[in-house]
């Protein structure tokens, strides 16, 4: 996978992705960051990228000209046709299904805005997937895109090791995951729930899915509508309901 970022803060996506897991996963090759500063493709000597806005009101608009120009830079540098992904509070809300089909792509592009936005037209020509990652205002698309890149990153196969494996978490068939313990057995007298010290799987397997499905139906009964439980977990549900 290679994301390419286009953006005012190139540092912040560097220092952000050089971390971690994804940082790991660029050393070994198997993410490739290509971020490229909007401001060197300023189409005036003094290098600005934004103006204000025709019709008035607060804040600055990022001029399409650099945008688009930065865009054409990228595009020589990827052979086949790409998906831009346009970070915005206006796109659609960001999803593991949404991470999942985006990590099936070889190469990605993020356009990340700043100030009040970027110019419409710019944003016609080149934008195929505008995406917003949640119900609330950030001052750029900066954060956002590392969030989209470490979600996607993770579904990359080998970034994760077997430790950290991708499989059986949360969200999974939309529901959330069940609760973790490690040493020690007590801790400050609040002991680990027996069935996990019993050593017997087939219990421990059935005790983590109740889990599940009980705090899915807790913290999140949105999502428990699209969970594919049994009619016996249905009827656990009503019972907790009433
Ligand atoms: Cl993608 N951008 C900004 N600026 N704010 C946001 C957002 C994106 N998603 C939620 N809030």
Known sequence: MRFHVLTLFPDMIINGMNTSITGRAME???????AVDIRDYADNKHMRVDDYPYGGGA????????V?????????????????VYLTPQGRVFNQELAE???????LVFLC??????????????????????????TGGEL????????????????????????????QG??????????????????VPEVLLSGHHANVERWRREQSVLRTAMWRPDLLKKAALT?????MINMVNK
């Open 101 to 107: 089909e985006l990590a099936r792509e070889e190469e």
């Open 174 to 191: 939309n529901l959330l995951e069940y609760p973790q313990y490690s040493r020690p057995a007590v801790w400050r007298e609040k002991e």
């Open 231 to 235: 009619p016996k977990e249905q009827e």
């Open 113 to 138: 805005g700043h100030y009040e936005g970027i110019d419409e037209r710019v944003l016609e020509e080149i934008v195929t997937d505008p995406v917003s990652i949640g119900d609330y205002v950030l």
């Open 59 to 66: 804040g600055m608009v990022m001029q399409a000209e650099p």
């Open 28 to 34: 070994r090759g198997l993410i490739g960051l290509d």
């Open 68 to 84: 688009y120009r930065a865009f054409e830079a990228v595009k020589t540098r990827i052979s086949r046709p790409v998906r831009v």
């Open 144 to 171: 956002p895109a590392m969030v989209m890149m470490d979600a996607i990153s993770r579904l990359v196969p080998g970034v994760l090791n077997n430790e950290e494996s991708a499989v059986g978490e949360s969200f």
